[in-house]
Nanobody, 121 residues
Framework: QVQLVESGGGLVQAGGSLNLSCAAS????????MGWYRQAPGKQRELVAV???????NYADSVRGRFTISRDNAKNTVTLQMNSLKPEDTAVYYC???????????????WGQGTQVTVSS
């Protein structure tokens, strides 16, 4: 199986920055798209940013220009640099990856446990 572990969340004032990191480990045969979602209290989980295996990145309109997603394929990590943070960015941020753990397995989506990001006004 594929395990995803996030790090880097915390408390920051509005206008500040945070860097989230996610490392994929375990049995990995193919690692395709990796990205970040977030879920605020009382709201549905939403896409923040995704980096496709071909290198194209997609961002939510609400974060475009402030957040940057990047990936280290050699280390199976994906990071999210978050700048100019706003109180409305407060949420639990989840890393996800589309992967195949072995040659016989189908492509499946895996999720991390989540990391809390709190932006104070």
């Amino acid at each position: 199986q594929v395990q995803l572990v996030e790090s880097g969340g915390g408390l920051v004032q509005a206008g500040g920055s945070l860097n989230l990191s996610c490392a994929a480990s375990g049995s990995i045969f193919v690692l395709n798209a990796m990205g970040w979602y977030r879920q605020a209290p009382g709201k549905q989980r939403e896409l923040v940013a995704v980096l496709l295996s071909g290198g194209n990145a997609n961002y939510a309109d609400s974060v475009r220009g402030r957040f940057t997603i990047s990936r280290d394929n050699a280390k199976n990590t994906v990071t999210l640099q978050m700048n100019s943070l706003k109180p409305e960015d407060t949420a639990v941020y989840y890393c996800n990856a589309d992967a195949r753990p072995n040659v016989l397995a189908s492509l499946a989506r895996y999720w991390g446990q989540g990391t809390q990001v709190t932006v104070s006004s």
